[in-house]
């Protein structure tokens, strides 16, 4: 049975709720020194890039309303194949400059009446 692609939405939601959770109150000297937030956050921008990678092989017109979805997904693949090399500063930044435009970009198709009548295909 083929999964509804608007689960995957679901999941990089809430993936990016708990990045939000994770580093509020948090400075980048917290998340700098501090091994398991960083793992933590690091794992759900996994989630995030790996749900929408699957949303976009299952249904390529609701990818297509998310902003950026190519380059999430590059993140992704950065943080799993280049972890020697990541820079925790990028991360940081992307906490704090996308998550919040991603979590409600997501927020918002997961409203709309017209993406919910695509249903579970």
Known sequence: MRRDPRAYLWDARRAAEAIATFT?????????????????????????????????????????????LPRIVAFRNILIHGYAVIDHAIVWRVVRENVPT????????LADPGDTAKGSG
């Open 102 to 109: 991603l979590a409600g970009a997501l927020a918002a198709l």
């Open 24 to 68: 509020q109150g948090k400075t980048f000297d917290d998340f700098s020194r501090d091994v398991l937030l960083r793992s933590a956050v690091e794992r759900q921008f996994e989630i995030i890039g790996e749900a929408l990678s699957q949303l976009s092989r299952s249904d390529s017109e609701i990818a297509k309303k998310i902003a950026d």
